[in-house]
């Protein structure tokens, strides 16, 4: 099984971490969704494929979860959301495609260059995967700081959570409960958000969350 | 009321245990024990914590063991209905009791703490009850500022100190102090972790010039708590700088030493300069603390230096000196501190130049305070003697150092030292001489009555323990021989052929210079040279007692406003010693001739600690504050910023180090 197992597994891997980039630079939203959801479908298959080398069971479970909730059910919801908003025609401004794809390599060299040495020797197949998944985390944090829009932050959030259960199936004997547990969260947040945008889009005509700079109960700065 | 019973119970049960802790302590040192270790299972996750006594604990434990017993029977004679004069009491029972066994026990934990967890937790519990202790008089005009200033030099040490013991666990996070000890960290590291815990104990322990909150706090509190605070507290803090120093920071390099003796010196001199202008009798006492523990300080520089001078026969003798005078001043101070108390609860008032005359109005108290002046004087044959004698013959051994810049460096701190040693005699002349003798300047002074036996047996126990330390010092001293074998690696040898009575650190094989001392002897000595005196005015004087109008100089005789003051009597000195470093500054206001106006004769003075020390400091912080208050007006995008980028270089630093 050791060869193909790993190349596959790192395959799925890089994949995952090859759309977060094109998460990066998505201008409008509907694309940016359906990239996300692109992105989930690779998770459930990196986690079917551990499940299968790992021969955990557990983990199809994990997959499931990842391709109907985070692949179908989030997605369809986001783009549901936006519709009704009537806002799919939305360009976001990001920051200049170029400056942040640099950004973004770097990010994924720091995490090559911490993760390779400190994991020496734990087995290639974790060690390349840790890096992958931090490499996907921070990219989903630059992604969440260079949207304005809301929506686009709440991708970033999703997309950063992938990253964890990336990071999560990649290692042995982790359990189910915490999987389910990180899903639960999301889900619950998935729905916070979006009774959020909805209230936000009522007060504010618009989901830019710099209208809420000004109503913070600070004084009036 | 129903408060005398709690009180009992607490002040009672407070006393039974501190008694507990001493004859434990000195039982231990008696028996000269290898350290008694016990797990206990509760502490910080992964790492549990111990206890642990040794030698060096001991020394400190008996010291708070002593004092703590002493206080919680004075304390609950000063509680007591009728302690006090009508219209004047001290705070609140429900404001001591509470915290009264919470800060002997802080004290207690961090003696006896094996870890470095054990040792800031009980440190932390000893800072935050004696805040409250303080506190406990807060309707008093001046106490909301004193505990405020205390608690921020609490919470600064305190830092210092965790930082210290990090850079001491090193990146083990061998946080025992046997692990601590085994592992070095490197001479950057060890050296950055020596300066912060010199700085964090230095604050505690009332090192110049991070003093200035001390003499604003201690007098504050209740005088049984002032004692402790005091008398005990400051040890406490000793004790840390000790171990840190001498236990687990390794071999020292010789500018620890040279830094410890020259701030030692310069807290003695100032302390006791500071002293001699007080007018505030508890106030003077606080001063008096930091002078001593200045002295102390002073002596364990010395013990550093011998030690790694390769000299350790003379680092134990100054460390042993250093370790007496930790017992004296303990002793004493918490006497004169709980005859400070005793003159508040008489008279009410306690300013100086209000009382006066007192000798007469609390017979029973007036000779215990004036033991325990004598002794903070170092007069021999009383306890304070004997230490500062063994610790001057350490610094005249400083000529044996092999480094040019420190024998004559120790000879300068040794002039400091024997200016401060003659400069608090002066001090506690004017201190017992004008509240005690003379007449009363006061209507409060000539009300005073006699304070009530729980008071006066709270005195006589450390007054007792004054005189016989003081006659006895080689006793006393062999409790600390295994105290010096931690410390600095050898004991200070037995006194030779001259036997107990002796205190003879003379000849010895580590190459000892110096003479010898008998506190027995000379108290035989000056005994009969007294009695024989004392037979001889009475034969050849009139007896009996004889009363007489003062001779007024012709004019008609004049109130007891006329008498010498303590302003007056610190004048001289103040003139000589305070109008350079502390601006004081006189001035006189006489009535033109035919006004009837009174005379007024203002005097200032500045403590240059608050202008170039901690000034600057709070303005910096204020600047800062005002710098970072920016940050709470951001955007939330700019907020995950700043956790993005905080992220990103934690991760940086981490491959790099990696």
């Not at chain 1, 982790?174 to 909805?198: C, K, Q």
């Not at chain 2, 170092?378 to 051994?397: D, K, Y």
């Not at chain 2, 021989?481 to 650190?505: N, Q």
């Not at chain 2, 700019?638 to 270089?649: I, Q, W």
Request: charged share 10%; hydrophobic share 55%; net charge positive.
């Amino acid at each position: 099984m050791g060869e193909i197992g790993y190349d596959v597994a790192h395959l799925l891997g890089t994949s995952i971490l090859l759309v977060s980039f094109a998460l990066l630079y998505q201008r409008r939203l509907t694309s940016l969704i359906n990239a996300f959801a692109v992105q989930s479908v690779l998770l459930a298959a990196a986690a079917a494929w551990q499940g299968w080398i790992q021969a955990s069971p557990h983990l199809y479970l994990t997959a499931l979860i990842a391709l109907v909730l985070k692949a179908v059910v989030i997605p369809v919801a986001l783009h549901r959301i936006i519709a009704r908003l009537g806002i799919h025609r939305t360009i976001e401004r990001v920051l200049g495609v170029a400056s942040t794809l640099a950004l973004a390599v770097g990010l994924v060299a720091l995490s090559l260059a911490l993760v390779l040495p400190l994991a020496g020797e734990a087995a290639a197949l974790t060690r390349e995967d840790l890096a992958l998944a931090l490499s996907v985390v921070l990219l989903a944090l630059l992604m969440m700081i260079s949207r304005r829009n809301a929506i686009g932050q709440v991708v970033g959030f999703m997309s950063l959570e992938n990253g964890l259960i990336l990071a999560a199936i990649g290692v042995k004997g982790m359990p189910l409960v915490v999987e389910m547990s990180v899903a639960f969260a999301v889900m619950v947040a998935f729905i916070i958000f979006g009774v959020f945008f909805f209230q936000i889009r009522e007060r504010f005509d618009s989901l830019d969350v710099q209208y809420l700079e000004r109503f913070r109960g600070e004084g009036d700065r | 009321m129903g408060r005398g019973p709690v009180a009992a119970l607490i002040y009672g049960g407070s006393g039974v245990a501190a008694l507990l802790v001493t004859g434990v302590a000195f039982a231990f040192l008696i028996q000269g024990d290898s350290p008694w270790h016990l797990k206990i299972p509760i502490g910080p996750p992964g790492l549990g914590a111990s206890l642990v006594l040794d030698g060096l604990s001991a020394v400190f434990l008996l010291a708070v063991g002593l004092a703590g017993a002493t206080a919680s029977v004075f304390g609950w004679g000063y509680g007591r209905d009728g302690a006090h004069k009508p219209g004047h009491h001290g705070p609140a029972p429900a404001r001591v009791l509470p915290f009264f066994p919470l800060f002997l026990a802080g004290m207690v934990m961090v003696l006896l703490a094996g870890d470095a967890f054990g040792f800031l937790f009980g440190w932390e519990v000893m800072s935050v009850a004696s805040w409250l202790l303080v506190l406990s008089t807060h309707d008093e005009p001046e106490t909301p500022r004193a505990a405020r200033l205390y608690l921020v030099m609490a919470a600064i040490g305190s830092l210092c100190l965790m930082v210290s013991f990090g850079l001491l666990a090193g990146p083990e996070a061998a946080f025992s102090f046997t692990a601590m000890r085994e592992q070095g960290v490197g001479d950057g590291l060890t050296a950055l972790a020596v300066v912060l815990a010199v700085l964090g104990a230095g604050s505690k322990a009332g090192l110049v010039p991070l003093h200035i909150w001390l003499p604003l706090a201690h007098p504050a509190a209740p005088s049984h708590v002032s004692a402790l605070m005091s008398g005990v507290m400051t040890k406490v803090a000793l004790y840390g700088l000790c171990r840190i120093l001498f236990d687990l920071a390794g071999m020292p390099d010789w500018w620890w030493g040279a830094l410890l003796a020259a701030l030692g010196s310069l807290t003695a001199v100032a302390g006791v300069l500071y002293a001699l202008l007080q007018d505030d009798i508890k106030r003077l006492l606080a001063y008096s603390t930091v002078e001593n523990v200045g002295f102390i300080c002073l002596s364990l520089g010395l013990a550093l230096m011998f030690k790694a001078d390769g000299k350790p026969v003379i680092a134990a003798l100054a460390f042993s000196a250093a370790l007496l005078h930790v017992l004296n001043h303990s002793l004493f101070k918490t006497l004169l501190f709980y005859g400070a108390g005793a003159v508040v609860a008489a008279t009410g008032t306690r300013s100086l130049e209000t009382l006066g005359g007192l000798i007469h109005r609390l017979p029973r108290t007036a000779p215990l305070l004036l033991i325990g002046s004598a002794a903070a004087s170092a007069l021999p044959p009383l306890n304070g003697f004997a230490s500062e004698w063994l610790g001057f013959q350490a610094i005249l051994n400083g000529p044996q150092l092999s480094l040019w810049g420190l024998k004559v460096g120790v000879m300068v701190v040794g002039v400091f030292a024997a200016l401060a040693a003659a400069l608090a005699a002066a001090c506690f002349l004017r201190f017992f001489g004008i509240a005690f003798l003379g007449r009363p300047r006061s209507a409060e002074a000539v009300a005073a009555q006699e304070v009530t036996a729980p008071l006066q047996l709270a005195m006589v126990v450390p007054a007792l323990l004054c005189v016989l330390v003081g006659i006895l010092p080689g006793l006393v001293l062999r409790l600390l021989h295994d105290a010096a074998a931690i410390a600095v690696g050898t004991a200070l040898p037995a006194s030779g052929s001259l036997g107990w009575l002796w205190l003879a650190p003379v000849g010895q094989a580590g190459g000892l210079a110096g003479n010898s001392y008998s506190g027995f002897f000379v108290l035989l000595v000056a005994g009969g040279l007294a009695l024989l005196v004392f037979r001889l005015i009475r034969r050849h004087a009139a007896s009996g007692l004889r009363r007489a109008d003062a001779w007024g100089c012709g004019y008609p005789p004049v109130g007891p406003v006329s008498q010498y003051s303590g302003a007056s009597f610190a004048q001289p000195l103040r003139r000589v010693f305070a109008s350079g470093v502390f601006q004081a500054r006189e001035q006189v206001s006489m009535p033109e001739p035919g006004e009837t106006g009174a005379a007024s004769h203002l005097l200032r003075w500045r403590d240059p600690a608050w202008d170039f020390v901690a000034r600057p400091v709070w303005a910096t912080v204020d600047w800062l504050a005002g710098r970072l208050n920016h940050l709470q007006f951001l955007t939330i995008r700019r907020y995950l910023m700043l956790m993005f980028a905080t992220l990103v270089t934690l991760l940086a630093i981490m491959a790099v180090l990696a």
